[in-house]
Nanobody, 126 residues
Framework: QVQLVESGGGLVQAGDSLRLSCSASGLTVASYSMSWFRQAPGKEREFVAGFFRRGNNKYYEDSVKGRFTISRDNAKNTVFLEMNSLKSEDTAIYYC???????????????????WGQGTQVTVSS
């Protein structure tokens, strides 16, 4: 049984940093496409950052480039999202997602992922 458990969210001020963690069980993060998505109230879930399949290439949504960094610790079977210079528009529920059979054209689509965590709330006050 696959489980993805996010942690690390919270209430911070604009300009602060947070580090989100996604601890996985039932799958190996090194072998899956592992991504972070976020969903703000009234908006669709959007891609934030991810690893495509087993590669080490990192992909980012344009608004977070240079501020967010995705990484993974294969020994801990955990994926991280380091978020710096947070802005009020980063406020959302952040979700970890995994899939073993994505193609690059659907990698940024929430509907393409089979496994999801429960989400962790990030609130940035201005």
């Amino acid at each position: 049984q696959v489980q993805l458990v996010e942690s690390g969210g919270g209430l911070v001020q604009a300009g602060d940093s947070l580090r989100l963690s996604c601890s996985a069980s039932g799958l190996t993060v090194a072998s899956y496409s592992m991504s972070w998505f976020r969903q703000a109230p009234g908006k669709e879930r959007e891609f934030v950052a991810g690893f495509f399949r087993r590669g080490n290439n990192k992909y980012y949504e344009d608004s977070v480039k240079g501020r967010f960094t995705i990484s993974r610790d294969n020994a801990k079977n955990t994926v991280f999202l380091e978020m710096n210079s947070l802005k009020s528009e980063d406020t959302a529920i952040y979700y970890c997602a995994a899939d073993s059979s994505l193609i690059l054209s659907t990698f940024r689509s929430a509907g393409a992922y089979d496994y999801w965590g429960q989400g962790t709330q990030v609130t940035v006050s201005s």
